[in-house]
Nanobody, 123 residues
Framework: VQLQASGGGLVQAGGSLRLSCAAS????????VGWFRQAPGKERELVAA????????YYTDPVKGRFTISRDNAKNTVYLQMNSLKPEDTAVYYC?????????????????WGQGTLVTVSS
């Protein structure tokens, strides 16, 4: 499966962005999808994940209540709605897919990756 992430940009603190991860290739609904982010000098971390049929979601603590992950399997797309953005959310955001119905925190557990989209939150 090929993934294409988009929607990043520059936003002021308190603002919102919606990231999209469009997939092509194999049956998208067969994959758990996660959004990772990597800030300069930091490790890549899982921000949110969603199960194949959207029955289960995961959020890292710093984004709970501010970010929402969703998916539309008919459109082969996963979204990450990011509200109340903070400067510490600044990072390159990547979507990744895993051929399972269980998310994993480690980036090494994901089989396919999008190219990344930069999110910059100014104070």
């Amino acid at each position: 499966v090929q993934l294409q992430a988009s929607g990043g940009g520059l936003v002021q603190a308190g603002g919102s962005l919606r990231l999209s991860c469009a997939a092509s290739g194999r049956t998208f609904s067969s994959y758990v999808v996660g959004w990772f982010r990597q800030a300069p000098g930091k490790e890549r971390e899982l921000v949110a994940a969603i199960s194949r049929l959207a029955g289960t979601t995961y959020y890292t603590d710093p984004v709970k209540g501010r970010f929402t992950i969703s998916r539309d399997n008919a459109k082969n797309t996963v979204y990450l709605q990011m509200n109340s953005l903070k400067p510490e959310d600044t990072a390159v955001y990547y979507c990744a897919a895993r051929g399972s119905d269980y998310y994993r925190l480690s980036s090494s557990e994901y089989d396919y990756w999008g190219q990344g989209t930069l999110v910059t939150v100014s104070s």
